[in-house]
């Protein structure tokens, strides 16, 4: 039997921490409640009571926890940044999440015990990159860009001895993580520094006799008819036209799903599989731990025999963003 890569899985509020615990994620990751993590929506995330209540639940049983610091500080404002590194030390968490580098330079050299993981959000797509966060800072893993091929990510691992993380399901963006702007085109603020794309306070929903339109401030992003489900609007996924025609012009929506290729990430040596979704309920993240503990253990424990059942497929279905699902950037065989 391979080793079983960690099961890496989100807590946007108390009660999802919970239930990751309770359905088999070996570790879970969650942000507090301001700028300094890339999923600040109303709502959503941590005060330090309900972090400290998360903790201690994973905690007695046996699981792991980090803190996303991953957005960039802003100017004028870095103490808000050292401040969430200081709260993550006195919280105990396992490891930070953090794109900046001068966070990762804080942090070592403020709480050098406190273990670094470089975020998707730095964008690290090889591995003179990473082995250069590595020396500077002293980080002992990397989240990937969802851009890789599977020989890509292997080619990573075999030259780095820092531990590989990969996405195994979630939304998608446009896959440019830590470099995207577009939601500050529309509305002023993005999740890189803001840390909320397509912020709610900028979303505007008009129903009309025929149609519902979804803007962001005065920006048409999608038009719906009566009885098609309205997606919440972001730049990349929306539909536009082009030419005299109207569609997704640059991404549909769609969620990673890689239970088809789990025994090859095992194999190449993947440390752990990150689901992505701390805006997303409970309900979700029940649902998808669930269904990824079970397809990782059958891939390490029966590689040869690996088939991905109905159930898994099914349930993380129902949660897929558009409906729909793709290996993504895993495939790519003309690569």
């Known amino acids: 039997m391979r080793a079983v890569p960690e ?3 989100p807590a946007g509020n108390l009660p999802a921490m919970k239930t990751a615990v309770d359905n088999g994620a070996d570790t879970i990751y969650f942000g507090l409640k301001d700028a300094t993590n890339a999923r600040n929506f109303p709502g959503l995330n941590f005060d330090m009571k309900s972090a400290a209540s998360g903790i201690a639940y994973a905690r007695e049983r046996g699981r792991h926890v980090l803190m996303a610091i991953n957005t960039f500080a802003q100017a004028g404002e870095v103490e808000r940044w050292y401040g969430a590194v200081d709260t993550a030390a006195s919280l105990g968490v396992d490891a930070v999440i953090v794109a900046d580098p001068a966070l990762m330079a804080y942090a070592c050299k403020r709480h050098p015990n ?3 993981h470089m975020s998707v959000q730095g964008s690290a ?3 003179e990159a990473i082995n250069l966060m590595r020396d500077l800072f002293g980080i002992r893993r990397v989240v990937l860009p969802r851009v890789l091929t599977i020989d890509q990510v292997q080619h990573v691992i075999e030259n780095t001895d820092v531990e590989v993380e990969v996405f195994g399901f979630g939304s998608l963006c446009v896959m440019v993580e830590g470099r995207c702007i577009l939601s500050s085109y529309a509305t002023g603020e993005s999740p890189n520094m803001q840390g909320v794309c397509s912020p709610a306070k900028a979303v505007r929903w ?4 025929d149609r ?7 920006v048409l992003i999608d038009r719906f008819n009566p009885d098609e489900p309205a997606g919440y609007p972001t730049l990349c996924k929306g539909r ?8 997704y012009a640059l991404e549909e929506p769609t969620s990673l799903n890689v239970l088809e290729v789990l025994p090859q990430l095992i194999k190449i040596g993947v440390a752990a599989i990150k689901v992505e979704g701390r805006q997303r ?6 649902q998808v731990t669930r269904a990824l503990r079970q397809a990782l253990d059958a891939a390490a424990a029966h590689p040869q025999d690996y088939r991905v059942a109905e159930a898994w497929s099914g349930a993380l279905g129902k949660v ?3 409906s729909q699902s793709t290996l993504g950037a895993y495939s790519r065989p003309w690569k």
Not at 206 to 209: D, S, T, W
Not at 281 to 286: E, G, I, L, Q, V
């Open 212 to 218: 519902m339109d979804v803007r962001l401030n005065r």
């Open 281 to 286: 309920s409970p309900m979700y993240t029940a």
């Open 320 to 322: 897929s963003e558009g």
């Open 114 to 116: 406190l273990r670094l």
């Open 240 to 247: 536009f036209e082009v030419n005299d025609e109207t569609y």
């Open 206 to 209: 008009e129903q009309l006799p």
């Open 125 to 127: 797509t090889n591995y």
């Open 7 to 9: 099961l890496v899985c």
